[in-house]
């Protein structure tokens, strides 16, 4: 059974920061290409940023290229999301996916979510 469990979420003042983890289980990590999205108040889900398998590929969103990092431990089978100088847009639930497919925004899995909030 494939699961993703994201933790890490929270409330964070505004240039705070934050680190997401997503933990996968019953699939080939490694093989994997992993993803984080998130999902404002009355918005569609957006891609954040996404990691090849070895950690070499690498895309973020423009919206927070410089701010926040993937990066990935297949030893841990888990992904990370460095989240730094944040601001009160970037509230959101923050989901992990999985798959081939996750550059083009449609992962095989995702995960359940984790509720990030920006806010003073």
């Known amino acids: 059974q494939v699961q993703l469990v994201e933790s890490g979420g929270g409330l964070v003042q505004p240039a705070g920061s934050l680190r997401l983890s997503c933990l996968a289980s019953?699939?080939?990590?490694?093989?994997?290409?992993m993803a984080w999205y998130r999902q404002a108040p009355g918005k569609e889900r957006e891609f954040v940023a996404a990691?090849?398998?070895?950690?070499?590929?690498?895309r973020h969103a423009d919206s927070v290229r410089g701010r926040f990092t993937i990066s990935r431990d297949n030893r841990k089978n888990t992904v990370y999301l460095q989240m730094n100088s944040l601001n009160l847009e970037d509230t959101a639930v923050y989901y992990c996916?999985?798959?081939?497919?996750?550059?083009?925004?449609?992962?095989?899995?995702w995960g359940q979510g984790t509720q990030v909030t920006v806010s003073s």
């Open positions: 996916g999985a798959g081939s497919k996750v550059w083009s925004g449609n992962p095989d899995y």
């Open positions: 990691i090849g398998n070895f950690g070499i590929a690498l």
């Open positions: 019953g699939f080939s990590f490694g093989d994997s290409s």
